[in-house]
């Protein structure tokens, strides 16, 4: 587990960086959402439509990762959901908190995972992280809009607005657009190729600047029952719940290594982002998603060294 953890340890150390940064006010609040802003829509997407497009996938098991990843996070929103009248009586949550619960328990963080694949697992496993963003973001997408619809919002959940996340979302298009290409076959020209490289490298260090830019460490520090309870749940349960699906579907390997990976790393921003827009607690994912991030510099490793 230390070898594990001294490997992992330069993306824990870039998020100190950023977190000192924002402190410092050396950069303002609006320039660090201008960053968070281009990572997403731009940088990122080029990463996943790049590395799934060139990508060569023979003898790699992409389509049990892929099940495995889904069926693990429909598990974790299948055990909130049926718990949720004796969880939230516990926990002392109302409907919106308990829509920032469950986003803290199952979204994943695409930047703090793409940033740890090719230090980990070495530069040409980014294209299994791909495959997870290709899995995993549609799937989210549909199953937060919902939950936030009817327990945030307290009405039915409305097709065009489950639709509209996703044709709108940047990963998906990327993802599906990589997908299209390779099914199609279609010509991988080198200078596109290296276009896509050279806009992707600037991501991932930027991406984790804005992570640790981010954390409210003394809100998230007056922790309550929630933000501890979400913290278990994603960085402790989801990834069992990874590791169940990708033994009983029999993905092993650098593919089983990279979707435990994806289940341990903390929640996303855009779950943030969700709660904002639709009602929920964003200032609670906000304690959660700190709290996870301090908290995954030693549950990574573990998982990575125990599953």
């Known amino acids: 587990m230390t070898a594990i953890f001294l490997a992992l340890l330069p993306v824990f150390l870039v998020i100190l960086v950023g977190f000192a940064l924002r402190r410092s006010g050396l950069i303002d609040a609006g320039h660090w959402d201008a960053v968070n802003h281009v990572c997403y829509f731009l940088l990122f997407p080029a990463i996943i439509f790049k590395e799934i497009a060139a990508a060569d996938f023979s003898g790699v098991p992409v389509f049990g990762m892929a099940f495995a990843m889904m069926l693990a996070v429909i598990t974790m929103f299948t ?10 009586r516990a926990l002392g949550i109302d409907g919106p908190q308990f829509t920032s619960l469950v986003q803290g328990a199952s979204r994943w963080h695409t930047f703090m995972a793409f940033a740890i694949i090719p230090l980990y697992f070495g530069p040409k496993a980014l294209a299994l992280g791909a495959v997870s963003a290709a899995a995993m973001t549609p799937l989210l997408n549909v199953l937060c809009v919902v939950l ?6 307290g009405h039915d959940p409305d097709l065009r607005a489950i639709l509209r996340s996703i044709v709108r979302n940047p990963f998906v298009i990327s993802s599906l657009g990589g997908v299209a290409w ?36 003394e809100a998230a520090m007056a922790a309550k029952a929630p933000v501890l309870a979400a913290t278990a749940l994603k960085l402790l349960v989801m ?32 779950a943030y982002v969700l709660a904002k827009r639709m009602g929920g607690d964003a200032p609670l994912v906000a304690n959660i998603l700190t709290l996870q991030v301090i908290c995954a510099a030693v549950t990574i490793p573990l998982v990575l060294a125990v599953l």
């Open 79 to 88: 055990l909130l959901l049926a718990t949720r009248r004796p969880l939230s």
């Open 182 to 217: 390779q099914v199609l076959h279609l010509p991988r020209p080198e200078i596109g190729i290296q276009v896509l490289d050279m806009i992707g490298k600037g991501a991932l260090g930027l991406a984790l600047l804005t992570v640790g830019a981010g954390l409210r460490v």
């Open 148 to 153: 936030m619809s009817r327990y945030a919002e």
């Open 239 to 270: 990834p069992l719940f990874m590791a169940f699906w990708l033994a009983i579907l029999g993905v092993t390997g650098e593919a089983a290594a990279v979707a435990l990976l994806t289940g341990a790393v903390p929640t996303g921003s855009g």
